[in-house]
């Protein structure tokens, strides 16, 4: 997968994450939140941000930080700044070779100091705070910058939700600032369908949004939706000057909203793609099958229909298109209820074979349902998709992203049209799905061309489809020396559609700002998308220019950074987090201290949490400690003394888990050969290296130490088309699950696939026979 780095200097303390709010870790836990303030001001076609978040450290001394803010979306970090005695103190931006050098001499200089970069592919913020004194708080705060979505005139905006306990804040509050992107347009239909306590309040055309909690952050991802009434066929343009610059930036907007002359649309293929593996698992896989039965019954006779499954294969459960028949439309939706989640998937391949399918139909629509993740571990690099763009050329992929709005956007970046939609938790997930399910049904705009004319119009940015589904809309950026017009031309029905505009921009405003970088984070994208396909010395010009958009916008990128006064730096640079192991002990809460002793040296501190009932400890580990199984020595200090408490274990891998799968009598004995069909039997799964197979281990004093659990996220037993459930037996590593009876006569093959939080997977096969 490819790793994007942002340095992030701040001569003093930074963080971010784009949860409700971030989560601030130390060696001896997570600090505690005391409060987050969220403020976003939707302007238009872009959410403004900005989280304010204060951390308390209640432990008697200092400690150094490590915070992270996951990005949504297509979001960008615009700035970060940091409080010292009540007095903000924001960060520049600076080149990443320059942070890099500016945080080298501050750390030869003892001065504090921080770095930062952008992990997964921009998906997360991360910086390291310096120490925090006992019994102290820090307060600080990340501006970032994403798009609106928008489907016809329903628009929506996801603020994902804290995913950790640490995460949670004492006192939380948004305030969501919603402003029409026409002036003199009311906004309707306003609804935060996964908060009931949330309140609105509307004047004109704007609205403003609140959700005030005490002792709970938002549990849920924030989900606001409205409608932006406007024309069947909505062209709106503006433009505005930005201080200090001689050009002004332009914005055009055509919205194909509702279809004007309500003909009936043309009878067309459609594809559904439906990623069925054990990431999705759970309530994605149940919002897929509902998208898929929804699109199913919502096609026409003339209409034709193909499904692909992806789960260890691409299963071709429609191998070809064919007419969506009141007898087609049953048997699909009855085998789609019967859909379970189960095995690897090869993303890749599923997109092959659907760009086999499409080939030459100029009408066809791909419905993609997946989390973005390919799992299946026979490739080098797992988190790869190879998808040829010119076999879609001619199709309409209509995708549905789960989990991760990030990966949503790569993936949707493959495709020469497209419609993303990211698919939330919660009962705002039922509003998507059924704006999927028009997307895949909707009118076409033919022939789609959009002018921008002036005296000097110049670095237009923005992607400009050939086609234009109901509901979606075209949005392009660019620079001018003087008044604009804009025609938008196309064919709908066989019909010529035409409009007009046109705007001139004022004296410098707040909006020219905004317009700015909204074109630079578009200019941005497209210039490293050129990157990747770039040689040596294109790869070098283009960074250049990616360098000097981060600097003169403000803007993070790959190559541009934040440098600010000062601070200490927890983190060393050659330190890596291949999996934030932990150390857990369960000691008495009244010893003194309680310590892990790591085989490279290194001291990791425990602290008592109050919600697990346990001492825990967090540690990095060095790069290029090789995989493998590690021990930490454990040691507590009480009224007595110091005292070992035994050895716990830890892993460095980033191999698949390994299984084995057996069939065993009740007793605990193997079966071979053919199996008794009167004899209760029951398959047995343990990790193939044994290292956990125990439930602890004791200490001469009769302590018990619980070792980490197996780094286990799914496990799931296949026989035939059945999924058997597993259960795991006490506190050990070992699953099992009895083998159904009256099983026919035969070969069976039982199929056992196991995932871990890293997304290794495995799959082990035990075969028997049935006399």
Same mark, same amino acid.
């Given at each position: 997968m490819l790793r994007l780095t942002m340095l992030v200097v701040l001569i003093f303390a930074l963080h971010g994450r784009?949860?409700?709010?971030?989560?601030?870790?130390?060696?001896?836990?997570?600090?505690?939140?005391?409060?987050?303030?969220?403020?976003?001001?939707?302007?238009g076609q872009t959410a403004r941000t900005t989280v304010s978040q204060v951390f308390v450290n209640d432990l008697p001394g200092p400690v150094s930080a490590s915070f992270a803010f996951p990005l949504p979306g297509d979001a960008t970090v615009t700035g970060f700044a940091d409080f010292r005695d009540g007095v903000r103190v924001?960060?520049?931006?600076?080149?990443?070779?320059?942070?890099?050098?500016?945080?080298?001499?501050?750390?030869?200089?003892?001065?504090?100091?921080?770095?930062?970069?952008?992990?997964?592919?921009?998906?997360?913020?991360?910086?390291?705070?310096?120490?925090?004194?006992?019994?102290?708080?820090?307060?600080?705060?990340?501006?970032?910058?994403?798009?609106?979505?928008?489907?016809?005139?329903?628009?929506?905006?996801?603020?994902?939700?804290?995913?950790? !306990?640490?995460?949670?804040?004492?006192?939380?509050?948004?305030?969501?600032?919603?402003?029409?992107?026409?002036?003199?347009?009311?906004?309707?239909?306003?609804?935060?369908?996964?908060?009931?306590?949330?309140?609105?309040?509307?004047?004109?055309d704007r609205a403003v949004v609140t959700v005030n909690r005490t002792g709970r952050g938002l549990e849920r991802d924030f989900v606001l939706r409205w409608r932006?009434?406007?024309?069947?066929?909505?062209?709106?343009?503006?433009?505005?000057?930005?201080?200090?610059?001689?050009?002004?930036?332009?914005?055009?907007?055509?919205?194909?909203?509702?279809?004007?002359?309500?003909?009936?649309?043309? !009878?067309?293929?459609?594809?559904?793609?439906?990623?069925?593996?054990?990431?999705?698992?759970?309530?994605?896989?149940?919002?897929?099958?509902?998208?898929?039965?929804?699109?199913?019954?919502?096609?026409? !006779?003339?209409?034709?229909?193909?499904?692909?499954?992806?789960?260890?294969?691409?299963?071709?459960?429609?191998?070809?298109?064919?007419?969506?028949?009141?007898?087609?439309?049953?048997?699909?939706?009855?085998?789609?209820?019967?859909?379970?989640?189960?095995?690897?998937?090869?993303?890749?391949?599923?997109?092959?074979?659907?760009?086999?399918?499409v080939a030459g139909r100029p009408d066809a629509v791909v419905v993609v349902a997946t989390d973005g993740q390919p799992t299946d571990a026979t490739h080098g690099d797992r988190f790869a998709v190879d998808v040829d763009a010119a076999a879609f050329a001619s199709a309409r992929v209509v995708l549905a992203q789960f989990v991760s709005q990030r990966r949503g956007q790569a993936l949707a970046a493959l495709f020469p049209q497209v419609s993303l939609r990211f698919v939330p938790d919660g009962p705002a997930g039922d509003a998507t799905v059924d704006e999927l399910v028009r997307a895949v049904t909707a009118p076409v705009i033919e022939d789609l061309s959009v002018t921008i004319d002036g005296e000097r119009v110049f670095d237009v940015e923005g992607a400009l489809p050939g086609r234009l589904a109901q509901g979606e809309a075209v949005r392009l950026l660019a620079r001018t020396d003087g008044p604009v017009k804009v025609r938008v031309e196309g064919v709908l029905h066989g019909i010529p559609v035409a409009l007009e505009a046109s705007a001139k921009a004022g004296p410098p405003a707040p909006a020219g700002e905004l317009?700015?970088?909204?074109?630079?984070?578009?200019?941005?994208?497209?210039?490293?998308?050129?990157?990747?396909?770039?040689?040596?010395?294109?790869?070098?010009?283009?960074?250049?220019?990616?360098?000097?958009?981060?600097l003169t916008y403000g803007i993070a990128t790959r190559l541009t950074s934040f440098v600010a006064a000062p601070v200490a730096d927890s983190l060393g640079p050659d330190r890596?987090?291949?999996?934030?192991?932990?150390?857990?002990?369960?000691?008495?809460?009244?010893?003194?201290?309680?310590?892990?002793?790591?085989?490279?040296?290194?001291?990791?501190?425990?602290?008592?949490?109050?919600?697990?009932?346990?001492?825990?400890?967090?540690?990095?580990?060095?790069?290029?400690?090789?995989?493998?199984?590690?021990?930490?020595?454990?040691?507590?200090?009480?009224?007595?003394?110091?005292?070992?408490?035994?050895?716990?274990?830890?892993?460095?891998?980033?191999?698949?888990?390994?299984?084995?799968?057996?069939?065993?009598?009740?007793?605990?004995?193997?079966?071979?050969?053919?199996?008794?069909?009167?004899?209760?039997?029951?398959?047995?799964?343990?990790?193939?290296?044994?290292?956990?197979?125990?439930?602890?281990?004791s200490t001469a004093a009769g302590d018990a130490v619980v070792r980490d659990r197996l780094d286990l996220k799914r496990i799931v037993l296949q026989l035939g088309d059945e999924e058997l459930t597993l259960h795991r037996v006490g506190a050990g590593e070992r699953w099992e699950a009895a083998l159904p009876p009256d099983l026919p006569p035969g070969r069976h093959v039982a199929r056992l696939v196991a995932v871990d939080y890293a997304l290794n997977a495995t799959r082990t096969e035990f075969a028997f026979e049935v006399p």
């Open positions: 784009a949860l409700a709010s971030g989560v601030a870790r130390t060696s001896a836990g997570p600090l505690r939140t005391a409060y987050t303030h969220v403020r976003i001001l939707v302007d924001a960060a520049a931006v600076a080149g990443r070779e320059a942070a890099v050098r500016a945080f080298e001499a501050a750390v030869a200089e003892g001065k504090r100091a921080a770095l930062g970069e952008t992990e997964r592919a921009g998906e997360r913020f991360r910086m390291s705070l310096d120490a925090i004194p006992g019994r102290g708080s820090r307060r600080i705060e990340l501006s970032f910058v994403q798009s609106v979505d928008g489907l016809g005139g329903a628009r929506s905006l996801v603020f994902p939700a804290e995913s950790d !306990p640490g995460a949670r804040p004492s006192v939380f509050d948004l305030d969501i600032d919603l402003r029409a992107e026409t002036a003199g347009r009311t906004l309707t239909d306003l609804m935060a369908p996964n908060h009931g306590d949330a309140r609105f309040e509307r004047v004109a932006q009434p406007g024309a069947p066929l909505d062209l709106a343009v503006r433009a505005a000057a930005r201080a200090g610059e001689p050009s002004a930036y332009v914005e055009t907007r055509f919205a194909f909203d509702t279809d004007p002359f309500a003909g009936e649309r043309a !009878p067309r293929d459609v594809l559904l793609l439906i990623d069925a593996s054990l990431s999705m698992a759970g309530e994605p896989l149940a919002r897929s099958r509902d998208l898929a039965r929804r699109t199913v019954t919502a096609l026409g !006779p003339r209409d034709r229909l193909a499904l692909l499954v992806l789960r260890d294969d691409v299963e071709a459960w429609l191998p070809d298109f064919v007419p969506v028949t009141p007898s087609v439309t049953e048997t699909v939706v009855d085998a789609i209820e019967g859909l379970r989640a189960g095995g690897l998937t090869d993303l890749s391949a599923g997109l092959a074979a659907a760009a086999d399918l317009l700015s970088i909204e074109w630079a984070r578009l200019r941005v994208a497209g210039l490293e998308t050129a990157l990747a396909r770039a040689d040596a010395a294109e790869r070098e010009l283009l960074g250049q220019e990616i360098r000097g958009l981060g890596i987090k291949p999996g934030d192991p932990e150390i857990r002990v369960h000691a008495d809460r009244g010893a003194r201290e309680v310590i892990g002793l790591l085989p490279w040296g290194e001291v990791v501190p425990c602290s008592w949490d109050e919600t697990e009932g346990l001492w825990l400890g967090r540690f990095l580990v060095p790069r290029g400690v090789p995989d493998g199984l590690y021990r930490v020595r454990i040691l507590l200090r009480s009224q007595a003394g110091w005292a070992s408490r035994g050895t716990l274990h830890f892993r460095v891998d980033a191999a698949p888990p390994g299984f084995e799968l057996t069939l065993e009598t009740a007793d605990g004995l193997p079966v071979a050969g053919p199996i008794e069909s009167d004899l209760p039997l029951r398959f047995v799964a343990r990790p193939a290296d044994h290292v956990f197979d125990d439930d602890g281990v």
